[in-house]
């Protein structure tokens, strides 16, 4: 298959003026603006990848005057770093993508809620908002923006228990539909998007929704921000062009001896040696927030596995049944046959028991866990086993 | 044990007596005395008029909202995967070693407290922790000693 291979691109972090952007943006219609999004083909960078433009026509749709436009700040994903990096570098972009997004879907209020294990940076931000704030009464635009806290809770960066927790409550997913669109923070029309995506959104505006799409592929617009770790000899954030392969991924950052990536986090997709050239990092082949570990052959793949279902029975938010038990049970199931308490026709028990989590659970938490439970264990049978 | 009616009442003046003030309340008592008592809690349910459950509702789902007593600097270490491969587990027994204490504990002068964490965001800069809300990274054993010196001088 023929694609673009590996490119570098300088996008999300390059220098824009602020006020010239969302200056062009205020004078463009909400109609227009939400056009360009969908003309862009930009999906959330958060890792589910839903539609931008799509989620703010729907918010734009709603005849509730209360509306908000949320910043999913809640970065939790093992191995994604990436929306720290760019609330560090260019917060202003941040911002600038929410009042773009206000002004599309009718809303005066923008919440960001940021990861308790980042609090470390809110100063910094606040001093930002404090002068975006002042940037933004100069244009005559009616916006706020103000911050909300985590406090330890993966299972917050889930959009509903996100809201949930802004609103003082245990971040506990809730059932869907109503989709935030209609009912989100304070059950009323929410727009949420991820810090990426928000400051991508800064770009097409300026650039445009047809330059945009120069790059990355027809299921994978754009660019994406990376964030590599594990056995690389150049750990760190790195903005690449969608479309490329896993090899030539780990041809970039691997260190001669991978055998496997996981991409997308704990969540994600295990991709071992033998597929690396089959398959395409994005919406068409592999989707990720952004998480890139690479592993070599010194690693056990029973040690990624067992730590990954370590993290899910902890983060689990403990409400539906599939979920809450379903991880713990994966969990013991692997160190049974690790054990060798249990024969290793077990592992097709426990596959079938991912599965039925994929149906079953509640939210994206007890969904995706069986993304990694089998793509490892299929892969790395033996690993697992002895 | 402390004293918590004032600061309460302070917290709640500053940030609001709604429901969505719980958390950013709760964070407020924990930054200053490190962890919530029943008394606090009883506190906080009062000053907001919602039930003292709904208050230890929120307050148990949040690892960051201790309800354990803890230390005066509380330090978690990142134990997922990538900090787990890139020696994790030798800056736990150094810590251990020089706090004379095991994972989950807190020394008897109640300075340190020694916790796990699940991923905080350092993956490229592993082995990370967390100290209150200050993360350091690319740690080594040698390194570990310094920092933990820097704060039983404080």
Known sequence: ?386 | MYQVGNLVRELASKHGRARESLMPILQGIVDRHNYLTDEAMVEVAKELDISAAEVYGTASFYTFLDIQERGKYVIRVCKTITCSMKGKSEIIQTLEDMLKIKVGETTSDKMFSLLETNCIGWCHKAPAILINEIPYTELTPEKVVEIIKDYMQK
């Open chain 1, 1 to 386: 298959m023929k694609n673009k291979g590996l490119n570098k691109v300088d996008l999300i972090f390059e220098k824009v003026n602020l006020r010239e952007v969302l200056t062009k943006a205020f004078r463009m219609s909400s109609e227009e603006i939400i056009e360009q999004i969908l003309e862009s083909g930009l999906k959330g960078r958060g890792g589910a990848g839903f539609p931008t433009g799509l989620k703010w026509k729907y918010t734009a749709a709603e005849k509730n005057p209360e509306k908000y436009v949320v910043c999913n700040a809640d970065e939790g994903e093992p191995g994604t770093f990436k929306d720290r990096e760019i609330l560090d570098r260019v917060a202003y972009k941040v911002y600038g993508g929410m009042a773009i997004a206000s002004k599309a879907i009718g809303a005066k209020y923008g919440i960001v809620y940021l990861r308790g294990e980042y609090r470390f940076m809110l100063p910094q931000l606040m001093k930002e908002l404090g002068s975006f704030h002042k940037m933004i009464d100069d244009t005559g635009y009616d916006f706020r923006i103000r911050y909300c806290l985590g406090s330890g809770a993966y299972i917050c960066g889930e959009e509903s228990a996100l809201f949930e927790s802004i609103q003082g409550d245990r971040g506990e997913p809730r059932n869907k539909p109503p989709y935030p669109t209609t009912s989100g923070v304070f059950y009323k029309p929410t727009s949420i998007n991820n810090v990426e995506t928000l400051a991508t959104v800064m770009m097409i505006i300026k650039h445009g929704a047809e330059a945009y799409t120069q790059l990355g592929t027809k299921d994978s617009r754009g660019s994406k921000v990376f964030s590599v770790s594990g056995d690389t000899p150049t750990p760190g954030i790195f903005e690449l062009e969608l479309g490329m392969t896993v090899q030539q991924f780990v041809n970039e950052f691997g260190d001669g001896d991978t055998k496997a990536v996981q991409v997308g986090g704990a969540s994600g997709f295990c991709v071992p040696r033998k597929k690396f050239n089959e398959t395409i990092i994005g919406f068409e082949g592999v989707p990720t927030g952004g998480s890139m570990k690479l592993f070599n052959s010194s690693r056990s793949m029973y040690n990624v596995l067992h730590n990954y279902l370590d993290f899910f029975a902890e983060e689990s938010c403990g409400q539906c049944t599939p979920c809450r038990v379903g991880c713990q049970q994966l969990l013991k199931g692997v160190q049974k046959v690790k054990k060798g308490e249990v024969k290793s026709t077990y592992l097709n028990e426990l596959v079938k028991l991912a599965d039925t989590m994929k149906i079953a659970s509640k939210c994206g938490l007890g969904q995706s866990v069986g993304n990694a439970f089998r793509t490892i264990v299929e892969n790395f049978r033996e690993e697992i086993i002895y």
